[in-house]
């Protein structure tokens, strides 16, 4: 068993001792000590984990990003027993996930969503639709902060919730008059 091989085992049994399953990190761990013994190298560089990280051909970017995550973790173990084992700098391989921008609604989308809504086969598909949208507005996560408002509040000029009015369309509406089409909806 070489020095690596030892390391690596204190490093996954200290790792699990912290609550960490890494069943999938002990598996590459593993391919990655494998490859440094048939390179013949003896530590962790920055250019060695950057080559195997790199490897399998047509990976995705997240997918190569994790695997020099795992090899960065790895050798910043590496590096509190062995001080010529070097860590690579996070960032080294682009990739990982990238959260999606979000779409935010103005009162003329939601108006837009509901009216379609109109035109879905049964009442009752109608119905939970517009009171699905209108609890996804009322709640916030429409979000109105981009327009500068403050609250919801019906067309009828009633509030919602207790809230001021705003100049908002097509909420949920509480004076019971059913200002759109009988829906119970203001606008």
Known sequence: ???????????????????????????????FISYLEEAGAAAVTVDSAVAWATLPPGASPGWLAFRMSVARGFAAYLHTLDPSAEIPPPGLLPGGTHRAVPYLYSAADIASLLAQAERLRTPLRT????????????????????????????????????????????VLCTCGAGCVSGAGWCG
């Not at 507005?137 to 809230?163: D, I, K, M, N, Y």
């Open 1 to 31: 068993m070489t020095a690596l091989r030892e390391a690596l085992g204190g490093y996954l049994d200290l790792r699990r001792g912290m609550g960490f399953k890494l069943d999938r990190d002990a598996r590459l761990l593993a391919q």
């Open 127 to 170: 119905a939970t639709i517009q009171t699905l949208v209108g609890l996804l507005a009322v709640t916030g996560v429409f979000s109105w902060g981009q327009f500068g408002h403050t609250g919801l509040a019906g067309g009828c000029g009633r509030s919602v919730a207790g809230q001021p009015r705003v100049a908002v369309r097509q």
